[in-house]
């Protein structure tokens, strides 16, 4: 009983989570209001420009990649997203992986349903759109709330 009361208060923590820090997906797209703004001070001609390449070719083939490197406008917005959005996936691994409690394995799948609406609202934001980002965001939560109603499994 108590792992259960746990389970609870930390699904509903969890939930809270990912709905505060999936806001921050809102700082994607900046230019999306235009060239030269306060939220974007590049102008048309640089923000789209080709990326010159870094180095001469060298006529070699490249095997693996080590590293790849973003810049973004807010860093911390985006890495707050992204750590939410994995640790909202951790957590119903989790559930999957050690079943604590009986259901566990239904709530892990209602997570993951409801992350993908999740990664729905990150897509949508970066690509400019706040208003159906919000409502991405909304079937997140209402995922949520409804699945305890509705099973997905």
Known sequence: MRTTCYLQSMGLRLLALAILLAATAFGQGRCRDGYVTPGCPLTRELATAPIKPVFAPTGWKTVALDH??????????????????????????????????????????????????????????????????????????ATVLLQRYIAGT
């Open 68 to 141: 790849i490197t973003f810049l973004t406008p807010d860093y911390r917005k985006e890495a707050a997203f992204y750590i939410a959005l994995i640790g909202w996936t951790a957590a119903a691994v989790y559930l999957l992986v050690r079943r604590p409690a009986p259901g566990a394995v239904s709530r892990a799948v209602a997570a993951l349903i409801a992350g993908v609406s999740l990664v729905d609202a990150a897509l949508i934001a970066s690509a400019g759109a706040s208003a159906p980002a919000l409502l991405a965001l909304a079937g997140f939560a």
